[in-house]
């Protein structure tokens, strides 16, 4: 499980114990040559499709973030309410149109071994630079304006998501979806860094940032973590948000080239 700071039903439980990553990287959905970038639309793995949450997807995100066996080792409790989601999707949708990243509704492709519907949600969140998420308001994901933080070495500052449906637990989709998006944002910044030609990617690896935040006891998703090549920060680094028995990890650019 992870969470993003301030941020509504965001610890997101994994419970990956056997999971195991994608032979490749996400595609392009359109069945253009290269990645999908998290700016462009769809990415298309091995079994997974993802593409940004939409008005249509609220029920099943609904249905999944009330779930209580969503929240096993999480540090937050589900939602109640419908009106919930469906305030937390608009601000999810806000936070992408504005900054052209966000939360990627996770299904399986047609023919893949895997339940139809909504199989779970992963993504990124800019942190505002107060050390929180992009947001003003606890319990809430929304963007307020401060823009996105940035690391010590100037980086903007992500924090990854995950939320799996418990339907799919053990069959390695959080792996597989969260390459496959790691995989588009690495694209992303080369591309980005390559057109500017602003020394970026050269000073020090990307444009971006990636860190995960998640409870001290949450083995499943620390495994998760460790996986996709997450090392512990520096302690003197706080973790944003300051919630009690949170820790912070970081995905050093080498690590990011790893995980992919």
């Not at 999971?19 to 970038?37: K, P």
């Not at 107060?130 to 500052?157: F, I, K, L, N």
């Not at 706080?238 to 028995?245: E, L």
């Amino acid at each position: 499980m992870t969470h993003v700071p301030d941020g509504a039903a965001v610890p997101s439980p994994d419970e990956e114990r056997r999971a195991v990553g994608a032979s490749g990287g996400g595609t392009r959905a359109d069945g253009g040559g290269g990645n999908a970038g998290p700016r462009d639309g769809a990415i298309l793995t091995e079994r997974l499709r993802l593409t940004p949450v939409a008005e249509a997807d609220e029920a099943e995100l609904f249905a999944l973030h009330s779930d209580p066996r969503a929240f096993v080792e999480d540090s937050t409790e589900p939602l109640t309410e419908p009106a919930q989601m469906r305030w937390v999707l608009a601000q999810w949708r806000r936070s992408r149109a504005r900054h052209g990243l966000g939360h990627l509704a996770v299904r399986a492709r047609e023919g893949a071994d895997l339940p139809v519907g909504l199989l779970g949600v992963v993504g990124f969140v800019p942190l505002s630079g107060e050390g929180g998420a992009d947001g003003d308001d606890r319990d809430t994901d929304p963007s307020s304006g401060r823009g996105p933080g940035r690391s010590p070495r100037g980086a903007t500052v992500l924090s990854a998501y995950w939320r799996l449906s418990p339907e799919v637990t053990g069959r390695g989709v959080a792996t597989e979806a969260m390459r496959a998006v790691l995989d588009a944002l690495e694209a992303d910044d080369a591309q980005e860094g390559a057109a500017a030609q602003d020394g970026r990617v050269a000073q020090g690896g990307a444009a971006h940032e990636v860190v995960a935040i998640t409870a001290r006891g949450n083995a499943p998703s620390l495994a998760l973590a460790a996986r996709l090549g997450f090392v512990p920060a520096p302690p003197e680094r706080p973790v944003p948000g300051g919630r009690d028995g949170d820790v912070l990890l970081l995905l050093p650019p080498s690590g990011r080239g790893r995980s992919l």
